[in-house]
Each structure stands twice: as C-alpha cells, then as structure tokens.
C-alpha cells in the first residue's frame, strides 16, 4: 500500500474550476472519504488520482512518485464504481481472472489471486456463476473482487453502493470497512452521503463548490466543523443555524433574535462572538443540544413548534426561532402539538458560534 498526496490540484474547464487548490494527505493505509454534495467536484478530483482526465496543475504524489504524467495502468490503482461494469457472459471466477489475463501474469498465479480474493470477500461458492445470477450486493462485491486481485497501492471508489437499496447499502458499508481493516489498504472513497463518510472514514475531506472545506477525522468535524456549511453538511437532522445579533452591555453578551428576546452568553461564547466581523452572529446548535420546555426557563428562549416527527426511539420536533427551522430530538414520551408554544434552552458548552459575515466558525482562546 502507499501514501497519496495531493499538492495545490486544480483542474478548470474554459474558466470553470471543477477543482480549487485541493491539498491533502493520504497516509498509507488511510481509510479517506471525500464528500459533499452533487457537483462539488469529487468524482473530478478521483478521476485526476486515476489519471483518467489531465490536471490543470498542481501534484500527484502515490508512494514515492509524482504520478502527473502517467497513464491510469502506470499508476498502480484500482478503480470500483458505482456501475460494477462486470462481465455478463463471463463467470464470477472469469470476471476476476481478466484483469490479471490481460497483465499476462501465469496461470497458477492468477488462480491462486482469484481464490484469495474469493475468500476475503467470501464469495469462494458464488465463483462459477454469471452475474445475473447474483443479487446487487454480491455484484458489488465482485466489483470490490476485481480490484483486489490487482494488488493496488490504492484504491479508489466512486460511490460504489450508490446503485444498492437502502438496507443492502448498510450492509455492505460494513463490508467495505471490514475490507479495509482486513487489508489495510489505502482508500479514496467518493460519496455524497455523509453518513457513509462519517461512518467508514478514518478522516473526511468535505469539498463544496471545488473547495475543500475541511480535512480531519469524523469526530473532529463533527465536534468542529470550520464553517457554516460543513456545520450543515455533516450529522442528520442537520445541525440548526439561528442568525442573530450580538450587543454588549454592562460587560454581558446578548443575542437577540428575531421575535426580540435575548440570549445570554457564556463568558467563552461571548468571547467568540466578539470576534464576529460584525454585530450578525449565528448561533449552530445539533439536535441533541437543545432541551424542549413546556414552560419558561432561566435562559431558555421562545420558540413555536413547527412539526412533530416520532420515529419511535425518538422524536424529532422542529420550531420555528428567529425565521429558521429549529431541530431538537425529545424522548418519545413527551408531546408536543405544531404550533405549540415552547421553549428551547442551548447547551452553551456544546453550542457553535459563527460569523454572520463570514460564516467562519468562531474560536475562543
Ligand atoms: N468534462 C467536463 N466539462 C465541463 N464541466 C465538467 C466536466 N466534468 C465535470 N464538470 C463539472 O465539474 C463540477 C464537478 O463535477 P464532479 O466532480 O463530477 O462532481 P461530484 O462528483 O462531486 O458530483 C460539476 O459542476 C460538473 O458539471
Ligand atoms: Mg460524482
């Protein structure tokens, strides 16, 4: 397995950027997922680690060599897409051989490549049939198969469940883990379901707009997300972004929302929204955050419930507050009524503070 690294990776189409100054790195055996959503140039930025369209500049580093100008078959990768592109009138066994037939590698070293892999995927029953004759997750699996024999120092994949229904999505989400743990490969995994990126990557790169937003482990976007779209972006329900105004009197911050209440802030919030580059702040806070209550609380501000979701573990209610839909999770046991006057009290300790302007995330010392 190896290292990739991308150095300042542009790739433009007439004056379009598809991809901006992307710069990051895989570390061999790195489980990676780029992610964001459609059109944000992820499929782009795999295809150019592939070689399978030119970069406009920038590097491409794979193990200890500068890939830039080399054909896909020089790069030592193997693609999985989200159409397996299998075979049909080959065998299962005959699906997997081809790649390493076409290599001309001898034919007791392709058997014994096509049975390993086989066993690792545990399909060793499934290699005499035709595809057809498997369902989509073993078709898929079979697609992860004719990878493998290859032996890449990387590899890469394009939305590879993208085609499988929901439950076999799940499933196979862990399967493509275990591959990874089994082996400890080295894998680029483009999908636009953050779940998916949250759930498999050892760390994510969120892109938006060619950009790459942020590059780090799972847990620290979500505990830290840079900015207001990655904020957004990552974790379901998504995390609720209030806009509202910061004013300081008597040495206490306030914000001040929309329906002209006014929220006190901890002193490190306060510190926060003080480097705001102006009065607009936005106040980020995840579902699980915010407590529901009947009544008025100390520090709990004024909301109007909305709708009310029970999914039966437990239920979601989304308020309206300042102008913009609120998410909050409550026990099943609790019921609200839309319209139902509540109010919402924010954990300070785990709320997120933004500049309005800037939509940065804002850092206490
Ligand atoms: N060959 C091309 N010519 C012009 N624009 C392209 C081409 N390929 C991709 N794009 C544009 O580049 C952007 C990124 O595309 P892509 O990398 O496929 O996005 P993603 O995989 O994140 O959905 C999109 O706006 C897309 O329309
Ligand atoms: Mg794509």
Redesign the pocket.
């Known amino acids: 397995m190896a290292h990739v690294v991308l150095k300042d990776l542009v790739k433009t189409?007439g004056s379009?950027k598809?991809v901006n100054d992307v710069s990051l790195t895989v570390n061999d055996g790195e489980f990676v997922a780029l992610v964001?959503p459609?059109?944000?140039?992820?499929?782009?930025?795999l295809n150019l680690v592939a070689g399978l369209i030119p970069i406009t500049s920038g590097d491409i580093v794979i193990g200890d060599r500068v890939v830039n100008g080399l054909d896909p078959k020089d790069r030592d990768i193997a693609m999985v897409f989200q159409n397996y592109a299998l075979y049909p009138q080959k065998s299962v066994y005959k699906n997997l051989a081809f790649p390493l037939q076409m290599r001309k590698l001898p034919r007791d070293e392709i058997d014994r490549k096509v049975k390993e892999a086989a066993r690792v995927l545990d399909m060793t029953h499934l290699l005499e049939r035709k595809p057809r004759e498997l369902s989509g997750g073993q078709q898929q699996r079979v697609a992860l198969g004719r990878a493998l024999v290859r032996d890449p120092a990387v590899f890469l994949m394009d939305e590879p469940l993208s085609n499988l229904d929901a439950k076999l999505r799940v499933q196979m989400r862990s399967e493509i883990k275990r591959f990874h743990q089994d082996l400890k490969a080295t894998i680029i995994y483009?999908t636009?379901d953050q779940l998916e990126a949250v759930t498999m990557a050892d760390k994510m790169a969120v892109?938006n707009g060619?950009y790459l937003q942020q590059y780090d482990s799972p847990a620290q976007v979500f505990a830290h997300p840079v900015n207001m779209f990655v904020a957004s972006f990552i974790g379901s329900p998504a995390m609720s972004l209030i806009p509202l105004e910061a004013s300081t009197a008597n040495g206490n911050t306030v914000l001040t929302g929309a329906e002209g209440w006014s929220l006190e802030l901890s002193p490190r919030n306060a510190q926060k929204a003080a480097r705001a580059t102006t009065k607009k702040v936005v106040l980020g806070a995840r579902h699980s955050t915010i407590k529901l209550h009947k009544s008025a609380v100390p520090g709990s501000v004024p909301a109007k419930a909305y709708t009310v979701e029970p999914t039966g573990d437990v239920t979601f209610v989304q308020a309206l507050l300042s102008g913009v839909i609120v998410n909050i999770s409550v026990p099943p046991n609790i019921a609200v009524a839309p319209d139902e006057q509540i109010w919402l009290e924010f954990d300070q300790e785990r709320i997120h503070v933004f500049d309005g302007e800037t939509e940065m995330a804002l850092k206490a010392d």
């Open positions: 189409y379009f598809a964001g459609s059109g944000c140039g992820k499929t782009t930025t483009v636009h892109m060619g």
